[in-house]
């Protein structure tokens, strides 16, 4: 079974810190992306990166950039964490090529900023 | 531009009576179409895909879809709903061919099944 693992289930930062969320997948996949979550907006993607060192801007990039070095690791980072990003962080990997495969999800990181 | 509609947020069933989740889409060249499922505190599950091919589409858990292209539809559905199917829906389409590594979710429908 894929296994995508997030790093915390919970966190809560304060205004101003810089937070990273890590994300890490045992399957191999070249794909791996991260969602916001907030209740009647569905997810809203952040980033997404196709192989190492890529990565490509989703549909709220502001505020938040992306690292990837190694393969089955992608991390979000919250450079000055703000009150508006309080939400559900849920990070997802799939397949690449032609054929569209489907996201295998993580639990998700639940963070509040006070 | 990509997009998907879940045209309503919660869709109470009595167990036992057949359901139906809502999904359209908008997608420039051919779909690839997927649901989803989030169970309370957890993440998003895999349930069912459309590639090509046969439009009724068969998952897991005993759910369907069908898609429908001249009405930009695939809707889910389940001949006789459990209380268990209780959950968040997530209606999804790709990219298209330019654009495929990249989804596009629906804002999600609660599914309710009373006993």
């Known amino acids: 079974d894929v296994k995508v693992t997030q790093s915390s289930r919970y966190l809560v930062k304060r205004t101003g810190e810089k937070v990273f969320l890590e994300c890490v997948q045992d399957?191999?996949?070249?794909?791996m992306f991260w969602y916001r979550q907030d209740p009647g907006l569905g997810l809203r993607l952040i980033y997404f990166?196709?192989?190492?060192?890529?990565?490509e801007k989703g549909d709220i990039p502001e505020g938040y950039s992306v690292s990837r070095e190694k393969k089955e690791r992608f991390s979000l980072i919250l450079e000055s964490a703000s009150t508006n990003q309080t939400s559900m962080y849920l990070c997802a990997s799939s397949l690449s090529g032609l054929a569209a495969h489907e996201q295998y999800f993580g639990p998700g990181t639940r963070l509040t900023v006070t | 531009a990509q997009s998907v509609a879940q045209p309503e947020d919660q869709v109470n069933v009595a167990e036992g009576n057949p359901l139906t989740v809502k999904c359209t889409y908008s997608?420039?060249?051919?779909?690839?179409l997927f649901w989803y499922v989030q169970y309370p505190n957890r993440g998003l599950q895999f349930l069912l895909k459309y590639i090509t091919g046969d439009n009724l589409v068969k998952g897991s858990y005993g759910f369907e879809a069908e898609f429908n292209k001249s009405q930009t539809s695939f809707h889910l559905k389940k001949p006789s709903a459990l209380v268990s199917d209780s959950a968040l829906y997530f209606c999804?389409?790709?990219?298209?061919?330019?654009?495929?590594?990249?989804?596009?979710f629906g804002s999600g429908t609660k599914l309710n099944v009373k006993p």
């Open positions: 999804a389409v790709s990219g298209g061919i330019y654009n495929f590594n990249k989804f596009y």
């Open positions: 997608v420039s060249g051919n779909p690839y």
């Open positions: 990166s196709y192989d190492v060192k890529m990565k």
């Open positions: 399957m191999d996949h070249e794909n």
